[in-house]
């Protein structure tokens, strides 16, 4: 091949590089940006779309009614945080830290409620701890409606954030420091202080604004356990789908994305300067047995697990029993469903919303981090891309679909006709949950070779070909991982396509939140039962996945 030939392909193949990552950019660009965009104009408008300047957000706060939900939803995500980065961070020590058995099935535990919409989560504290709760009728009242309920709802939506947060820290600890305070006879109190949270304290800074943001933002608890107790989630709700006040709720969506930008730039600054990385020096903690210390967290770790096993077998009564509490006869006829909720079709809509999702999903996460990782000689438009990949983390799921409302319900836009169509709900859940997906896509790209694109430059194979025969198969793990990660999420989520979906096409979520504003819990707590046995089985086969490329893998280096 001679230097002018080589030159001309080069420049072809940059030219289509180029074409196929603008592409990639402009598309999202469209359908985050300019949503967002669309919400921030109506929040300065008036009802006629004429500019009010702030006078919108003065009438929010001039009303006490209104304002105070500013406060409630600060203290709420307070205690919330307080009580899951603590619970958090002492259930991830114990499952890496100390010689307690059944860490493996403590783990497991401790993602239950990752499969559980926050809806369901809330509905199941109905059941237990209710007016005719489980645990009420025991005499134990909580006084469950209001900042009790939420705070308990949302310390176990956000316990299992926290508990990864620390969980893969304290793989990065080194070991070392450990064994330099056995030889220096330093007892563990001390060492406990003085190694080990200074060692963490990245990782509890994070915990702390994703624990806040998740709770500040939260929808479903608050709307079903939070009575009178109104949240700037459930303000947003009464606002756009209640009275139809499209400007005061845009109100509400800006002020939700404060906490979340601010745990975006903290969590920004913490992987910028964050230095405790694993060295190759680094060696494994070596446990020693402690049977006063094992004993303590062992009893901690089952209690947790055994609370959120108990929250499953409280929508297990609900959805089993004839007529809870007074007729506890087995029965499964609520598993019918009314048709007037959606009927037992909504289940079935979720899960093929939730397979697009993974699909399209997938695709796409791969193909703009392929483009965007493996991107060389494009400094601003990379850069603008690993921007933009990262930005859904700090837009939670209310405040996208009000946008989505703003923005693809105008008749002016040519992308209007998704508007109402099981299409516009795959798209919100992609955009919503795009950054996990794109940094783990980001990640398996960066472990494979460069070796492999200079190969096939040298042997004329098209970019394409290298990226589905060689890069995706050697990605096949963190390809099963993203999917499963955007069909349960999909599954559970409820905030985004609360104000998206629409009658002919209702979702399981949003059909459990129907039910319960109409007194139907024993129909939501079966449908809530499906949603978790479909989220379980998810997870199982992709396990399946994980193991079988695993020993595919180890069969290949064998031979």
Not at 434 to 441: C, D, I, K, R
Not at 443 to 466: N, Y
Request: net charge positive; charged share 10%; proline share 3%.
């Amino acid at each position: 091949m001679t230097r002018y030939s080589l030159r001309r392909r080069l420049v072809r193949f940059s030219a289509a590089h180029f074409g196929v990552l603008f592409f990639v950019l402009a598309a999202f660009t469209v359908v985050f940006i300019l949503p967002l965009l669309s919400l921030f104009s109506q929040a300065f408008t008036n009802d006629a779309g004429v500019w009010a300047g702030l006078a919108n957000y003065k009438r929010y706060f001039s009303s006490p009614a209104l304002s105070v939900s500013v406060w409630n939803t600060v203290h709420i995500s307070l205690l919330t945080t307080l009580f899951s980065t603590t619970l958090g961070f002492f259930y991830a020590y114990a499952v890496t830290r100390t010689a307690i058995p059944g860490k493996k099935i403590f783990t497991y535990a401790a993602l239950l409620p990752i499969f559980i919409p926050t809806v369901v989560q809330a509905l199941g504290l109905v059941y237990i701890f209710g007016r005719q709760g489980i645990i009420t009728q025991l005499g134990f009242d909580i006084s469950l409606y209001g900042r009790n309920g939420i705070v308990i709802a949302e310390t176990i939506y956000t316990f299992p954030s926290a508990f990864l947060l620390f969980y893969t820290a304290f793989q990065f600890v080194d070991g070392r420091l450990y064994e330099v305070c056995n030889v220096m006879g330093v007892k563990p109190l001390k060492c406990f202080f003085h190694v080990t949270l200074p060692e963490m304290k990245y990782a509890i800074v994070n915990a702390v604004f994703v624990c806040f943001t998740l709770a500040f933002t939260d929808f479903g608890a608050p709307k079903v356990i939070g009575g009178n107790y109104n949240v700037l989630a459930t303000d947003v709700y009464k606002q756009v789908a209640g009275q139809f006040n499209m400007s005061m709720g845009a109100v509400v969506g800006t002020l939700l994305l404060i906490p979340a930008v601010l745990s975006f730039i903290v969590g920004r600054f913490i992987s910028t300067h964050n230095s405790g990385a694993m060295s190759a020096k680094t060696t494994a903690l070596t446990i020693k047995e402690n049977r006063l210390r094992d004993m303590l967290y062992f009893i901690l770790c089952a209690a947790v697990s055994a609370s959120f096993l108990f929250l499953v077998a409280a929508l297990c009564v609900g959805a089993f029993t004839a007529f809870y509490p007074y007729d506890m006869s087995f029965t499964l006829k609520y598993f019918t469903f009314t048709e007037s909720r959606g009927g037992l079709q909504a289940f079935f809509n979720s899960i093929s919303m939730s397979a697009l999702t993974a699909f399209f999903g997938t695709v796409f996460v791969f193909l703009a981090a392929y483009m965007i990782e493996k991107t060389d000689g494009y400094g601003l438009l990379t850069k603008y891309g690993k921007l933009l990949s990262l930005l859904p983390l700090a837009v939670p799921g209310m405040v996208i679909g009000i946008s989505y409302i703003f923005f693809f319900n105008s008749p002016a836009n040519p992308l209007n006709f998704i508007y109402g169509t099981v299409a516009i709900l795959v798209l919100s859940n992609i955009v919503h949950y795009f950054s996990v997906p794109y940094l783990t896509a980001a990640g398996a790209f960066k472990k494979l070779d460069k070796e492999f694109e200079i190969v096939a430059e040298s042997m004329k194979i098209p970019r394409w070909q290298t990226f589905f025969r060689v890069s995706i198969p050697l990605s096949a793990n963190a390809v099963a991982e993203v999917a499963m990660y955007l069909f349960v999420n999909s599954m559970v989520t409820v905030s985004a396509l609360v104000f998206l979906f629409s009658a002919d096409f209702k979702i399981a979520a949003v059909a459990i939140t129907h039910m319960e504003e109409a007194g139907e819990n024993s129909q939501a707590a079966a449908m809530s039962i499906l949603i978790i046995i479909v989220n379980i089985i998810v997870r199982a086969l992709y396990e399946l996945v994980i193991k079988f490329n695993k020993h595919k893998q180890s069969a290949r280096e064998s031979m």
